[in-house]
């Protein structure tokens, strides 16, 4: 009788321990599986950054391209007016139209200029957004 009512006892006990440790590592596989769902949340997050960021640096190329386009043309327009100041004054009408078209193009590189500031400063927003998010992970 007694000896059974010890056995019985420690199985109890061994009963409610092993119920405890089930229960830890539930609560365990509970916070392991946030964790990884927060870094692929996180992950994604930062693809996304990554895509915006690739995207405004192409942008940035492609307006680069055009202001050195603009600035050979411009640079074609200077060699042009040169000589056309030596000619008599019906090449000066010739001239004022070269003048006409680079102040279009001088515009049009001010304007590409500041496109690309303002890509500039986005693409400075991004990295220090990108940077934030990055800064979470832990190798």
């Known amino acids: 009788g007694r000896g059974f009512a010890v056995v019985a006892d420690e199985v109890r006990n061994l009963a409610q321990r092993t119920q405890e440790s089930t229960e830890e590592i539930q609560h ?73 078209r680079i102040s279009q193009c001088a515009a049009q590189v001010l304007e590409t200029a500041q496109q690309i500031e303002s890509g500039g400063f986005e693409l400075g927003a991004m990295g220090a957004k990108l940077k934030t998010h990055t800064l979470g992970f832990k190798i």
Not at 31 to 57: H, I, K, P
Not at 77 to 98: C, F, K, N, P, W
């Open 28 to 100: 365990m596989i509970e916070e392991l599986q946030s964790s990884a769902s927060e870094a692929t949340n996180n992950m994604q997050q930062s693809q996304s950054v990554v895509e915006r960021c690739l995207s405004s640096a192409q942008i940035s190329t492609q307006k680069i391209e055009k202001a050195v386009a603009s600035i050979d043309q411009v640079d074609g327009l200077l060699i042009h007016i040169s000589s056309a100041t030596d000619q008599q004054s019906a090449v000066s009408r010739e001239v004022a139209g070269s003048i006409a």
